[in-house]
Nanobody
Framework: QVQLVESGGGLVEPGGSLTLSCTVP????????MGWYRQGIANQRELVAV???????SYTDSVKGRFTISRDNAKNTVYLQMNSLKPEDTSVYYC????????????WGQGTQVTVSS
């Protein structure tokens, strides 16, 4: 059983910041593209940001310029720095580890709630 451990969610006012963290077993982390997803319409998970094992990144349009994904290979941890948060960013955020970039073989974290509200 591969366990991804997430932390960092919470309640923040609009315009505020949060950083999510996800720690992964080293053997999985090294070969995986790491992504952050959030629960969207009809309970489907939508991709927020992804970082490849080589460090290249991609973001969904709604978070570009506000969110930054990064990975610390020494700590087997991926981060999602979220700035200028908006109420529409409220969701459950999930960490995903996709070995060799294969989503069909990927592992999921337990999810962490992010609520943006005044």
């Amino acid at each position: 059983q591969v366990q991804l451990v997430e932390s960092g969610g919470g309640l923040v006012e609009p315009g505020g910041s949060l950083t999510l963290s996800c720690t992964v077993p080293g053997s999985i982390f090294a070969i995986s593209a790491m992504g952050w997803y959030r629960q969207g319409i009809a309970n489907q998970r939508e991709l927020v940001a992804v970082i490849a094992s080589g460090g290249s990144t991609s973001y969904t349009d709604s978070v570009k310029g506000r969110f930054t994904i990064s990975r610390d290979n020494a700590k087997n941890t991926v981060y999602l720095q979220m700035n200028s948060l908006k109420p529409e960013d409220t969701s459950v955020y999930y960490c995903n580890a996709a070995p060799w970039g294969r989503l069909s073989d990927s592992y999921w974290g337990q999810g962490t709630q992010v609520t943006v509200s005044s």
